[in-house]
């Protein structure tokens, strides 16, 4: 049961989920070290409804 749980938890807390496309929220230092780097939500591209969402906006504000 807990596997569930953290199924909806994760759906719940991911932006794509609403309809969104969100790009480029990783980068790399360099094509010789793959190390990952996040960045921060000012630096990605999200694109509102680039498809049809799974769950509503308002209950994802909410969470």
Not at 33 to 59: C, G, L, R, S
Request: charged fraction near 25%; proline fraction near 3%; aromatic fraction near 10%.
């Amino acid at each position: 049961m807990k596997v569930a749980a953290n199924t909806v938890a994760h759906i719940l807390e991911r932006k794509e989920y609403t309809g969104c496309l969100v790009n480029f929220k990783t980068t790399m230092q360099s094509y010789k070290v793959h190390k990952v780097i996040y960045n921060p939500e000012d630096e990605q591209a999200v694109f509102e409804n680039a498809h049809e969402p799974i769950i509503d906006k308002i209950t994802w504000e909410r969470v």
